[in-house]
Each structure stands twice: as C-alpha cells, then as structure tokens.
C-alpha cells in the first residue's frame, strides 16, 4: 500500500498527491508513468509521473477529475492508502543533447510538461515554455514553470490572466522573433497537440507529442492505448508515449478517445451520486 504524505486541489476539477513510494522514486524518468487503483474494487488508471524525489522516495501525481476512477482517487484523504501504484513504466523522455526547446503544455497536460521542463533546465538546456487554460481559475503550476523556464508565456482562451488566445499562436510567435528551437515538446489535448504540429511543421521544427489514450494494463497486451504512427500500429504504453507529432494519426486518435465519452460519463454520474449519499 502507498501512503498519500500530501493532498491539494490546484484547481476546482485538478488534484496533486504525493506518494511514498520510493521504489518508483528510484527509477523514474520524465515522461513515465504509473498505474493506479484507489481502492480494491476499482479501475485501473494511468497517470503521469509529474514529479519525483529520490532522497524522501515520494512521487507526485496531478490528475483531473474526469472519470469514477479519477473521483474515487480524490476522496482518498492525506494519511490514508492508495491500493495500487504500479511503475515506473513507458519510455522516459528523450531530452539528452538539445541546447534550446519549447515546451507547450495545455490544461491539465501541464503535469506532465512540467518534469520535462525541469529536467531540460537542470541539463543546461534554454528552455521557453508555453501554458495554455481556458480561464484564470484554471491555471496550474505557473511558479514551478516560471523556475524551470527561462521564458514563460502564460495563454488563456478569454484572456483573463496572462496572453489571450491559444498555444499555437505564442509558439508562433516565438519562432518569428527568430527563436531557433531544437526540438518543440507538446503535452495536452489531442486537438491542441494536432495543431502545435501543423506549426511547427511548417518550418520544419522536430516535435514530440505525449500520447496518452485509453490505457488498462499499461504493458501492451490489452491494445486499448494503440495509435497510427507513421502508418504502423505502435501502443503508447510500451512503445511511448512519446512520438514524432508529425506521423502520429492525430484524427483516428481524437475519434478514438470520444469512442467511451458516453460510458465515462454515465459512470461519473453515478460515481457522484453514491459520493453524495455517503456524504449526506
């Protein structure tokens, strides 16, 4: 059982936990991630490593309130137990030798940008980050990005906080001030990944994209988290979840992940209902 040392809700619908579990501390790599169960009867859900702790052996988590799986996972109080909490797995970022990169993280996807920017910034990379939310009471993580960046842009769709308008157009508008970058990272919504892509694709900027599907057992034999890429079936548990943005199937991926909406909401309905009367 791993202990919850730490609980917080950065925003209305996003909770940060960290963990005690130092034999994923050990190992843990930007870019990996881990399996949870919350309680014994529950569904497996995967989560990215945001960040880690070698010396106290603690692992973070920031997840968003989507689905029953998520919901239960924020009841748990600080103290109490998570039943299952399986990792490192998946490859770890490939961040060795670039000098000068753009992180783009969207929403929630900022978890998961954020060890990525640290661990450039900790290499001696220049690292000019780009965080997109569609209001102010949404934003996360704007110190931690501020020290692991040399430049931050800060968007909000309606503009109230920070630069309105997307991601897409702060990146662009970083490569026309002549910003030579290695290698651009984005990690956030399909839709949001796609588009980042279709920039930088047209001045031939290498970009990463992290993909992360519809994922159960997170080692490849269940196929539920498998994708297009480069015209061939890759599974984003065991072959990723990094790819090149420029041959992942972008469409197939978003009609993909709307395939369980229905069902995902059905059972936080139902998730919500039960909540409430234990409450009550």
């Known amino acids: 059982m791993y202990k919850i040392l ?16 130092p034999l994923i501390a050990k190992k ?4 990996q991630f881990v399996i949870v169960r919350a309680l014994a009867d529950s569904e497996r859900i995967p989560l990215t490593i ?11 988590i920031i997840f968003q309130l989507v689905g029953e799986g998520t919901m239960e996972l924020s009841t748990l109080c600080e103290g109490t137990e998570i039943c299952d909490f399986v990792g490192p797995l998946g490859k770890p970022s490939q961040l060795d030798g670039l000098k000068k990169v753009a992180v783009i993280g969207g929403g929630v996807g900022c978890a998961i940008a954020y060890p990525v920017a640290k661990k450039l910034k900790e290499s001696g990379c220049c690292v000019h980050s780009v965080t997109g939310f569609r209001n102010k009471d949404l934003v996360i993580l704007e110190n931690e990005f501020m020290a692991a960046s040399d430049k931050l ?3 909000t769709d309606d503009g109230s906080y920070g630069e309105k308008g997307l ?14 970058y290695d290698e651009v990272i984005a990690i956030g919504p399909l839709v949001m990944m796609k588009f980042v ?3 930088t694709e047209k001045y031939g900027i290498k970009t990463t994209v992290s993909m992360n599907p519809v994922m159960i057992d997170g080692t490849g034999m269940c196929g539920g988290c498998r994708l297009t890429v480069g015209g061939k079936t890759q599974f984003a548990c065991v072959d990723g979840p990094d790819f090149d943005g420029h041959k992942v199937d972008f469409d197939e991926a978003i009609s ?3 395939m369980y909406r229905e069902f995902e909401n059905c059972r936080r309905e139902a998730a919500c209902n039960l909540l409430s009367k234990e409450a009550e």
């Open 256 to 258: 993909r992940s709307s």
């Open 153 to 155: 842009v800060v968007m």
């Open 50 to 60: 945001s960040d880690f702790n070698r010396d106290s052996g603690t692992v973070t």
């Open 197 to 199: 892509c279709k920039v």
């Open 167 to 180: 991601v897409t157009a702060a990146l662009e508008a970083l490569i026309n001030e002549g910003n030579q």
């Open 6 to 21: 730490q609980k917080q809700f950065l925003n209305p619908t996003v909770c940060k936990m960290v963990i005690d579990a």
């Open 28 to 31: 843990a790599q930007p870019g």
